[in-house]
Antibody
């Protein structure tokens, strides 16, 4: 069974740091782009960022709202993706979800498959003094 | 950024009746590979989003055929031909063509 499980959430003061984990199972983790999303209480869904697999350089992209404060990394040997959150703000309060997709090159063009088909249950981060 | 706009934001539908949600993107979602990465998700309270439809019209495993997606370019629709009790929740369209990936505001479906 394909599973994603987030952990590491909790209550943290503004300006402090927190690291979330997304543990994967049931698929070849290294072949997938791992993506983080979040959802503030009572609000809609927001993309946070992603990390490509090693075959695509392991590079990262971030939403403007978190760029420079959040860092995504991965450990393919453990099938875990991380979201390091620094300089946390009250507005970062949300449930954080991870998801995945795979990149394929077909006829010279990059395509996505299994895009956002599996989501974890989420982990709650509360930023408050 | 691509702005995704859903309408209506609230739907109250009697059991067995149809429901339709519109999603419009601020620019074409056709990717350079020819695919259109338009997804529909369903979220129940306290749960994570569940993907229902990918690439405009492809149903995920386990999604009943009374749920369908259609559209092209910038205009997309999710249709439920006969609403059932399990359909309550919030529906989101999402574009995966270009990062930052963006979502519509969500449409809340309730049973009348």
């Amino acid at each position: 069974e394909v599973l994603l499980v987030e952990s590491g959430g909790g209550l943290v003061q503004p300006g402090r740091s927190l690291r979330l984990e997304c543990t994967a199972s049931g698929f070849t983790f290294r072949d997938y782009v791992m993506t983080w999303f979040r959802q503030a209480p009572g609000k809609g869904l927001e993309w946070v960022g992603f990390i490509r697999g090693e075959s695509y350089g392991g590079t990262t992209e971030y939403a403007a709202s978190v760029r420079g404060r959040f860092t995504i990394s991965r450990d393919d040997s453990k099938s875990v993706a991380y979201l390091q959150m620094n300089s946390l703000k009250i507005e970062d309060t949300a449930v954080y979800f991870c998801s995945r997709y795979q990149l394929l090159i077909v006829a010279g063009e990059m395509s996505m498959i299994e895009d956002f088909d599996i989501w974890g249950h989420g982990t709650m981060v509360t930023v408050s003094s | 950024d691509v702005v995704m706009t859903q309408s209506p934001l609230f739907l109250s539908v009697a059991l067995g009746q149809p429901a339709s949600i519109s999603c419009t993107s601020s620019r074409s979602l056709v990717s350079s590979d020819g695919f259109t990465y338009l997804n529909w998700f369903h979220q129940r309270p306290g749960q994570s989003p569940r993907r229902l439809i990918y690439k405009i019209s492809n149903r995920d495993s386990g999604v009943p055929d009374r749920i369908s997606g259609r559209g092209s370019g910038t205009d997309f629709t999710l249709r439920i031909s006969r609403v059932e009790a399990e359909d309550v929740g919030i529906y989101y369209c999402m574009q995966g063509t270009q990062w930052p990936y963006t979502f519509g505001q969500g449409t809340k479906l309730e049973i009348k």
